[in-house]
């Protein structure tokens, strides 16, 4: 009989990347879609159930009829921006989505469990690599949702001895990232730029950020979950750190522009056109940075470890990231 899986958040990027990866190992997949994120969503192999993670009792009866093996908790606002024009959505979405999941598989007690934590429930680190006992002191309501979904898992895990594992994954990208992440963005606008002259604008270019190819971490998620020794929480990082400037230098070397910054814009030596704005208006209230992450508790407790490093990444997504 084939293990049954949950995947709440299946049509976001995580999801999707999760869905292929465990399609390939012949999983019964059913994926969690809220019908507002993405109504059209389907994926060949996996069972569409359409429902938000806040009901409450849909959760509670999807989770008692399927008695998944395992539920990778991936849904969630993920838009750190949008957090902060709408706090109280994203604690609802975040926190008690995942009071229901936790709620339920304890009723049932059967599944494995992840839980999709993130970097930015660090906040703004002083020191660097972070390790999993770094201090958690989020800066934005995006990560102080996460963190209170990272401490009720591992509460639950304790306090009922629960197979709950938290992943802390720290920027992972790939194609299917939409417009409104970074690398997406830049990517994207760049290549406007080059079929248009069409200039775009970016917010804080100096945010310093650890960022990993995507596929790699999913990866890392299962093997969690199966290789682990006991359940736990672990960091996936690359351990090293880079500037949004320098992911923006890259792309636009990729692209083969001759760059000049002056004042508060990227030109195109060549035409002498705005390739890129900077607007104080597209910075974040908080502005969460410093991170570099330590994997090597992932690494020496199952193997994981990230292969795709910087300029590589940069290099996929480019030709991966059409307009
Ligand atoms: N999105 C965006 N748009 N970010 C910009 C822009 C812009 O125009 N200009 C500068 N930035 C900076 C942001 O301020 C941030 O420091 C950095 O680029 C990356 O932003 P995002 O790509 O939006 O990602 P994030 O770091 O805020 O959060 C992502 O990674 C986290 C850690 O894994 C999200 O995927 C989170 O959900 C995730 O938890």
């Not at 049509?11 to 969690?32: A, H, P, R, W």
């Not at 902060?84 to 009071?99: C, K, M, R, S, W």
């Not at 730029?193 to 998620?221: C, H, Q």
């Not at 508060?264 to 410093?290: G, H, I």
Request: glycine share 6%; proline share 4%; net charge negative.
């Amino acid at each position: 009989m084939k293990a049954k899986v949950l995947i709440t958040g299946v049509s976001g990027q995580d999801g999707k990347l999760l869905s292929e990866f465990l399609l390939e190992k012949d999983y019964e997949i059913y994926g969690l879609v809220r019908r507002i994120a993405d109504r059209k969503f389907t994926k060949e192999g996996v069972n569409v159930i359409e429902g938000d993670i806040r009901d409450t009792s849909l959760i509670e009866s999807i989770v008692a009829k399927y008695k998944f093996d395992e539920i990778y908790h991936l849904a969630s606002i993920s838009d750190v921006a949008y957090s902060f024009e709408h706090p109280a959505e994203v604690y609802d979405v975040n926190i008690n989505g995942t009071l229901n999941l936790l709620n339920a598989i304890r009723k049932t007690n059967i599944a494995s469990f992840y839980f999709a934590g993130t970097s930015e429930m660090f906040g703004k680190p002083t020191t660097k690599p972070q390790t999993e006992d770094y201090p958690m002191e989020p800066v934005s309501p995006y990560g102080v949702s996460k963190l209170a979904g990272y401490w009720s898992s591992n509460l639950y895990r304790q306090a009922y001895n629960l197979p709950i594992y938290c992943g802390i994954l720290y920027n992972h990208e790939s194609k299917y990232r939409p417009e409104n992440f970074v690398t997406t963005k830049i990517i994207k606008g760049v290549k406007r730029y080059i079929k248009t002259g069409v200039k775009f604008s970016l917010g804080n270019i100096m945010a310093l950020k650890d960022w990993g190819y995507a596929p790699e971490y999913v990866r890392g998620m299962y093997e969690m979950v199966h290789n682990a020794p006991t359940p736990s929480d672990y960091i996936l990082a690359t351990n090293e750190q880079h500037s949004v400037k320098e992911f923006l230098d890259e792309v636009v070397k990729l692209a083969g522009i001759d760059r000049m910054y002056v004042d508060e814009s990227l030109y195109d030596v060549t035409t002498n056109f705005p390739v890129v704005t900077f607007e104080k208006s597209l910075y974040r209230p908080n502005e969460a940075d410093n991170y570099m992450g330590e994997y090597y508790k992932a690494f020496k407790d199952f193997g994981w470890k990230p292969t795709i490093r910087f300029k590589e990444l940069v290099r996929k997504l480019y030709e991966e990231i059409e307009v």
